[in-house]
């Protein structure tokens, strides 16, 4: 099974998106090919410069955007970021402090926060029907 996982190939957008960067600014020898698992393997774990570089500096992929940011991907479109940006454009953006990034930063923390809440009413609830499962084992 082991030498069928590293024969797996994958389209470079694909590969791009497990990396972490933005497929237009990877080598065209990257974006030309198909990338085995092997290879995404060792990507992962000996990143070569031009990685090194992109995910450093960037420009960074919107989903990449939005966590540095602490938005949704939805958010950037709701502000107008549609394209990809570098680190020095995120941390202006984060100096600015834009009153839509501000709006969109709390609606974020409201999300997390709900979820959190569904979280623990969820994880209260089983614990609930837990001891009323042992308690009817018992009687």
Avoid: C, D
């Amino acid at each position: 099974m082991k030498s069928q996982q590293s024969t797996q190939t994958m389209k470079p957008a694909t590969a791009a998106k497990k990396l972490g960067v933005y497929l237009p600014a990877t080598p065209a020898s990257f974006q030309e090919g198909v990338v085995t698992r092997a290879e995404l393997n060792e990507l992962q774990a000996n990143p070569p410069e031009w990685l090194r570089e992109l995910r450093s500096n960037g420009p960074h992929p919107r989903p990449v955007v939005a966590a540095r940011l602490g938005v949704s991907i939805a958010g950037l479109a709701r502000g107008g970021v549609t394209e990809a940006l570098t680190t020095e454009q995120i941390e202006a953006l984060r100096q600015e402090r834009p009153e839509w990034l501000e709006k969109e930063r709390a609606t974020q923390a409201e999300v997390r926060k709900e979820a959190a809440r569904l979280k623990n009413l969820k994880k209260e609830k089983a614990e609930k029907a837990e001891r009323a499962e042992s308690g009817a084992e018992r009687g």
